[in-house]
């Protein structure tokens, strides 16, 4: 009976030998943490300004960009050959964005883009962190967030300038 505990024993930790040292593990759980971390960031933006795809969603993508990218090139995958997975993700990616974006009755009317793009830009954010470029993670993460606040300002201005002289010129103002 104890030749069939150790048996099995040498089977569970075998089954666990894919971090097989300090090193790695730090590698590891680093890569996983940057990416839901970021993630979080982008995500929180989106859930403070009230969208649907909030910190849960982004922090959900980044993790499991990174961890599409991560298993393979620590198995030893090629970069040539991680392109296959790269589109995998990225196709994958495209669906749930897709399922974020909203036509209401006015032909001119289309929301969740900005949701959508921010879900695609997670991803990669989660793909550069799982691939060891966290430093170009962190820099796509701030870009996205200046995008994602200080444009949306200027947007809102913009539009309110452009209405108030629809509004000076004798027109209706616009649906927004």
């Known amino acids: 009976m104890e030749g069939v505990w150790h048996e099995i024993w040498l089977?569970?930790?075998?089954?666990?030998?894919?971090?097989?040292?300090?090193?790695?593990?730090?590698?590891?759980?680093?890569?996983?943490?940057?990416?839901?971390?970021?993630?979080?960031?982008?995500?929180?933006?989106?859930?403070?300004?009230?969208?649907?795809?909030?910190?849960?969603?982004?922090?959900?993508?980044?993790?499991?960009?990174?961890?599409?990218?991560?298993?393979?090139?620590?198995?030893?995958?090629?970069v040539a050959d991680l392109s296959r997975v790269l589109q995998g993700v990225i196709a994958g990616i495209g669906f749930?964005?897709?399922?974020?974006?909203?036509?209401?009755?006015?032909?001119?009317?289309?929301?969740?883009?900005?949701?959508s793009a921010s879900i695609w830009l997670t991803a990669a954010v989660g793909i550069a962190a799982g691939m060891g470029r966290e430093a170009t993670a962190v820099v796509s993460t701030l870009l996205a967030l200046f995008v994602l606040g200080a444009i949306h300002g200027w947007e809102k201005r913009i539009a309110a300038r452009s209405e108030k002289s629809v509004i000076a010129q004798g027109g209706a103002p616009r649906k927004s």
């Open 96 to 115: 749930l964005g897709a399922g974020a974006i909203i036509k209401l009755s006015d032909e001119r009317e289309i929301r969740g883009l900005t949701t």
């Open 11 to 78: 089977t569970v930790r075998s089954e666990f030998a894919d971090i097989p040292d300090v090193g790695e593990a730090t590698r590891v759980i680093l890569r996983l943490l940057v990416a839901v971390v970021l993630g979080g960031l982008i995500g929180y933006e989106r859930e403070r300004s009230g969208k649907a795809a909030g910190l849960r969603t982004h922090m959900l993508v980044a993790l499991g960009a990174a961890l599409f990218v991560l298993v393979p090139v620590q198995n030893g995958m090629e």
